[in-house]
């Protein structure tokens, strides 16, 4: 399936996100990694089928790179519950303890450090974790991303995220 073969699946009430999709394939503030990065680990965050083939199809990246975004949707799957839930327990014991869980992938992820960042925050905001965004834009400004940079991997995180929830809505009401 296409990015367009994906747009035309939207139903007229999600004219916007199709629109939205369209718009930021074409972004330049990101580069083409960047970008297409971006489209992958939030589509694998969300883990809609039609989705995720979709941007898989569409996504212009090295081997490297699509594997990196991938590890970026799976690291950041298990950290964004774990810091999430470390932010609304009250208990602020949790917070001393340590996480004792692997994340090697954040050193090593085999691309640009700052465009495996740049997918973790896409990827945090399609989970709602707070702490990991705050954490990740602050790296981010530390490599010198722009908030406009650091705002387009956010659009689309949250296109694709609209894309998968409507679809999967869709999905349900054919059943």
């Not at 503030?29 to 680990?41: C, E, I, M, P």
């Not at 590890?71 to 470390?86: D, F, P, S």
């Not at 709602?128 to 650091?150: F, R, T, Y």
Request: with cysteine; proline share 3%; aromatic share 4%.
């Amino acid at each position: 399936m296409s990015l367009d073969a994906l747009r035309e699946r939207l139903p007229a009430y999600a004219k916007d996100i199709s629109l939205n999709l369209s718009s930021l394939a074409a972004e330049t503030v990101l580069s083409d990694q960047q970008k297409w990065g971006a489209f992958l680990a939030s589509a694998h965050a969300t883990g809609q089928p039609d989705v995720v083939r979709a941007i898989e199809a569409a996504a212009e990246l090295s081997p490297e790179a699509r594997t990196a975004a991938k590890a970026a949707a799976a690291i950041m799957g298990m950290n964004n519950i774990y810091y999430r839930a470390l932010h609304l327990l009250s208990n602020g014991e949790y917070k001393t303890l340590p996480a004792r869980l692997r994340m090697n992938g954040l050193a090593n992820p085999g691309v640009d450090k700052a465009d495996f960042e740049l997918w973790a925050a896409a990827v945090s905001a399609v989970n709602g974790c707070g702490m990991c965004l705050d954490a990740h834009e602050a790296e981010l400004k530390n490599h010198g991303v722009s908030a406009p940079q650091i705002q387009t991997a956010l659009r689309i995180a949250a296109v694709v995220n609209a894309a998968s929830r409507i679809l999967a809505a869709e999905t349900a009401l054919a059943a």
